[in-house]
């Protein structure tokens, strides 16, 4: 995924004090709830987002396929610092930890 606004890569920050997801999507904040279960079950729920006029159509892009990629996660594996999202059998997203 390609930086949206201003350089800013998306990203997801989960908050597990209270099962809340926050993050930036590539033009918009979003946010959420989680649920996480067993040893690799995630699915991401109620998430929304701020409605700002993306200026490049290639970041509205690249927002609405981050944010389907969410919708879609139903299980996780984490290997070093990345984050993989996948339905029950397809990837969906790979994420690497930073400094946020």
């Known amino acids: 995924m390609s930086a949206g606004l201003g350089g800013e890569v998306p990203y997801i920050r989960l908050r597990s004090d209270t099962a809340r997801v926050e993050g930036f999507s590539g033009c918009n904040s979003l946010f959420g709830q989680y649920e996480r279960s067993g040893s690799d079950r995630l699915r991401f729920e109620r998430l929304g987002s701020t409605r700002r006029a ?4 290639i970041p509205a892009d690249h927002e609405r396929r981050f944010m389907a990629a969410l919708t879609a996660t ?8 990345t984050l993989t999202l996948l339905d029950e059998a397809v990837l969906r997203a790979r994420l690497t930890t930073s400094d946020r």
């Open 54 to 57: 993306c200026a490049d159509s």
């Open 74 to 81: 139903r299980r996780y594996a984490i290997r070093g610092d």
